[in-house]
């Protein structure tokens, strides 16, 4: 259930972003979602990618701080209030959201959200019991 | 003006009879008094008796800052408890901190030597001393305080920081004299800037400024920008605190107080003798202290010594401005900072070996350090949130433990330069040094 994300520490300087996509290319790894959270100096950058064993192992060769991160990612109907419903049921259920990105496949009607919260094996019961369908890593990784 | 003619302006040779009766009568005292130095002295075979000239001086032993911390708090007492009337405390995480003890006789030498400073810089009793050395722990702000009331002089006892309200002091009181660290002048004259002012047309005539190494160009950076004459103040607390050596009008060296404060200058390697006019590591004998009296302190300042009488009149020798360290000590606004203290802390924190960089900047003529923190395993998180946590810990550590507010970056693994294996600890892109 849960999916391994793949967290980067960056300073924020420029070409940093280029540098690490250039080098998961060239490993053929590749990336199905990303996000960035930044402060003025540093970020963490995010990525759900097909192969994360391998990410964190050529990253770390490179000399990036890498960690995996377990995150749920779910199904949202890709239509107004689709996410403040799951939302608001977490928040019944007193589950923190860390953080969470959304990303829409191709033609699909669904979007995918990747979330972060800390007490995951609560947080998947209730997705599931309010019938929200959380998608397997292997799934992901086939994307 | 010279405030003690009987011994700034001293023939040389009664000042050398004089400095070797006092050299006789601490050598003695320290060997029946003090157990540190009798074993020390003993260790290199000299008895008290043996000091016949001064040049008797190079038979005995040298004491190091690191013998100091070891001896803490009241290894180094020479005067008995209940004569101490005062006591500084330098800061500390590598070992212990550094303690001066003052007799009452120590406080009245104390502000002799820093009247004469004063003077020195043109201070008389109708002067207004703005002092904006930080009163405390450190020797700054109470050593100028001593010497500007032995003199009369209307004292302000402003301390470090709060600058706008400095400068409205400044104006509303017509300070005259200023007493701080050179980049905190700097900072004056940018902060009166920005609030509208011309710092040139500020009060102030003189500034007595010290406790950091700082070169020429600040020095005519600082006179332009306040309109002032910008004297070098000396001294470190293990020996008294300030009033070690002051500049006088026609800057050309610091005249040190040899009557209390005997100069040597050595090589740092060798540890012979160097003569007049090469340059090397300052060494200092306390000839007239009694709380705590050091022998042959090693100040790890490079400087030269010229005994030659000055233009002014006064015939003590003088020191040339100090050039450096034989150490890697840096001063940032006044506090003494080594980098292993800072690579200490951060051990703790990290619970690891550090890899660690410190940038050191001018930032509104403020000494700026920032430690740039390579982002390891174990203080990397998924969260930003934790790793800001982990900026400030280090922050509040090292204020904490050294007294300095420092700026600490997380940068990425491998991001500081590594030569040989062994990364350069410091980039010092101070521009005025």
Same mark, same amino acid.
């Given at each position: 259930?849960?999916?391994?994300?793949?967290?980067?520490?960056?300073?924020?300087?420029?070409g940093?972003?280029?540098?690490?996509?250039?080098?998961?290319?060239?490993n053929?790894?590749?990336?199905?979602?990303?996000?960035?959270a930044?402060?003025?100096?540093?970020?963490? =950058?995010?990525?759900?990618?097909?192969?994360?064993?391998?990410?964190q192992?050529?990253?770390?060769?490179?000399?990036?701080?890498?960690?995996?991160?377990?995150?749920?990612?779910?199904?949202?109907?890709?239509?107004?209030?689709?996410?403040?419903?799951i939302?608001?049921? =977490?928040?019944?259920s007193? =589950?923190?959201?860390?953080?969470?990105?959304?990303?829409?496949?191709?033609?699909?009607?669904?979007?995918?959200?990747?979330?972060?919260?800390?007490?995951?094996?609560?947080?998947i019961?209730?997705?599931?019991?309010?019938?929200?369908?959380?998608?397997?890593?292997?799934?992901?990784?086939?994307? | 003006?010279?405030?003690?003619?009987?011994?700034?302006?001293?023939d040389?040779?009664?000042?050398?009879e004089?400095?070797?009766?006092?050299?006789?009568?601490?050598v003695?005292?320290?060997?029946?008094?003090?157990?540190?130095?009798?074993?020390?002295?003993?260790?290199?075979?000299?008895?008290?008796?043996?000091?016949?000239s001064?040049?008797?001086?190079?038979?005995?032993?040298?004491?190091?800052?690191?013998?100091?911390? @070891?001896?803490y %708090?009241?290894?180094?007492?020479? /005067?008995?408890?209940?004569?101490?009337i005062?006591?500084?405390?330098?800061?500390?995480?590598?070992?212990?901190?550094?303690?001066?003890?003052?007799?009452?006789?120590d406080?009245? !030498?104390?502000?002799?030597?820093?009247?004469?400073?004063?003077?020195?810089?043109?201070?008389?009793?109708k002067?207004?001393?703005?002092?904006?050395?930080?009163?405390?722990?450190?020797?700054?702000?109470?050593?100028?305080?001593y010497?500007? @009331?032995?003199?009369?002089?209307?004292?302000i006892?402003?301390?470090?920081?709060?600058t706008?309200?400095?400068?409205?002091?400044?104006?509303?009181f017509?300070?005259?004299?200023?007493?701080?660290? %050179?980049?905190?002048?700097?900072?004056?004259?940018?902060t /009166?800037?920005?609030?509208?002012?011309?710092?040139?047309?500020?009060?102030?005539?003189?500034?007595?400024?010290?406790a950091?190494?700082?070169?020429?160009?600040?020095r @005519?950076e600082?006179?332009k920008?306040?309109?002032?004459?910008?004297?070098?103040?000396y001294?470190?607390?293990?020996?008294?605190?300030?009033?070690?050596?002051?500049?006088c009008?026609?800057?050309?060296?610091?005249?040190?107080?040899?009557?209390?404060?005997?100069?040597?200058?050595?090589?740092?390697?060798?540890?012979?003798?160097?003569?007049?006019?090469?340059?090397?590591?300052l060494? !200092?004998?306390?000839?007239?202290?009694?709380?705590?009296?050091?022998?042959?302190?090693?100040?790890r300042?490079?400087?030269?010594?010229?005994?030659? %009488?000055?233009?002014?009149?006064?015939?003590i020798?003088?020191?040339?401005?100090?050039?450096?360290?034989?150490?890697?000590?840096?001063?940032?606004?006044?506090?003494?900072?080594?980098?292993?203290?800072?690579?200490?802390?951060?051990?703790?924190?990290?619970?690891?070996?550090?890899?660690?960089?410190?940038?050191?900047?001018?930032k509104?003529?403020?000494?700026?350090?920032?430690?740039?923190?390579?982002?390891?395993?174990?203080?990397?998180?998924?969260?930003?949130?934790?790793?800001?946590?982990?900026?400030?810990?280090i922050a509040?550590?090292?204020e904490?433990?050294?007294?300095?507010?420092?700026?600490?970056?997380?940068?990425?693994?491998?991001?500081?330069?590594?030569?040989?294996?062994?990364?350069?600890?410091?980039?010092?892109?101070?521009?005025?040094?």
């Open positions: 259930m849960l999916v391994k994300q793949i967290s980067v520490f960056l300073e924020n300087k420029i940093r972003l280029a540098e690490i996509t250039e080098l998961l290319g060239q053929k790894i590749n990336i199905r979602a990303l996000a960035i930044d402060t003025t100096e540093f970020g963490i =950058l995010r990525l759900i990618v097909d192969n994360p064993e391998k990410a192992e050529v990253l770390e060769d490179r000399g990036f701080a890498a960690k995996q991160t377990d995150v749920i990612v779910v199904k949202v109907a890709d239509k107004p209030g689709g996410l403040a419903g939302l608001k049921e =977490l928040k019944k007193d =589950l923190n959201v860390e953080y969470l990105y959304a990303f829409v496949k191709q033609s699909g009607e669904n979007a995918l959200v990747v979330f972060r919260i800390e007490n995951t094996s609560e947080a019961k209730v997705l599931q019991g309010m019938g929200v369908e959380i998608i397997s890593p292997e799934e992901i990784y086939s994307l | 003006m010279i405030w003690n003619p009987r011994y700034e302006c001293i040389r040779k009664e000042l050398e004089i400095q070797l009766e006092r050299l006789k009568h601490l003695k005292r320290l060997y029946e008094r003090l157990p540190f130095y009798k074993k020390k002295l003993d260790e290199v075979g000299v008895k008290p008796y043996q000091i016949k001064l040049d008797d001086l190079r038979l005995l032993p040298f004491t190091t800052k690191d013998e100091l911390r @070891q001896g %708090p009241y290894g180094l007492f020479t /005067a008995p408890l209940e004569d101490i005062e006591f500084h405390i330098s800061s500390g995480t590598t070992g212990k901190p550094v303690v001066d003890g003052y007799t009452r006789k406080i009245d !030498i104390w502000s002799e030597v820093m009247a004469r400073a004063l003077a020195s810089a043109g201070c008389t009793s002067d207004v001393v703005q002092n904006a050395y930080g009163y405390g722990l450190f020797t700054g702000g109470l050593g100028v305080h010497g500007a @009331q032995r003199i009369g002089a209307k004292t006892p402003a301390s470090g920081g709060q706008r309200r400095q400068i409205m002091i400044m104006k509303d017509g300070s005259t004299i200023l007493t701080c660290t %050179p980049s905190y002048a700097l900072h004056i004259a940018e /009166a800037e920005e609030m509208g002012e011309n710092p040139v047309e500020l009060p102030v005539k003189v500034g007595v400024l010290g950091e190494c700082w070169s020429e160009n600040m @005519q600082i006179e920008r306040l309109g002032i004459m910008a004297l070098d103040i001294g470190l607390t293990e020996i008294i605190g300030p009033g070690v050596a002051q500049e009008e026609y800057k050309e060296g610091l005249h040190i107080y040899e009557d209390h404060f005997l100069p040597e200058i050595i090589d740092p390697d060798t540890l012979e003798p160097l003569p007049e006019g090469e340059e090397g590591e060494v !200092i004998t306390t000839l007239t202290r009694e709380g705590t009296p050091l022998l042959r302190y090693r100040t300042d490079i400087t030269s010594i010229n005994y030659s %009488p000055c233009r002014y009149g006064r015939t020798a003088r020191i040339s401005k100090i050039k450096g360290r034989t150490d890697d000590m840096l001063i940032i606004r006044g506090v003494n900072v080594f980098p292993s203290q800072i690579e200490n802390i951060l051990m703790k924190v990290e619970e690891t070996e550090p890899h660690y960089q410190l940038v050191l900047e001018r509104k003529g403020l000494d700026d350090l920032t430690v740039e923190v390579e982002t390891t395993p174990e203080i990397f998180f998924d969260e930003i949130k934790r790793l800001e946590e982990i900026e400030k810990r509040k550590e090292i904490e433990n050294l007294g300095l507010r420092v700026n600490v970056k997380l940068v990425e693994p491998k991001a500081i330069g590594r030569s040989a294996g062994k990364a350069k600890r410091l980039i010092d892109r101070r521009e005025l040094k």
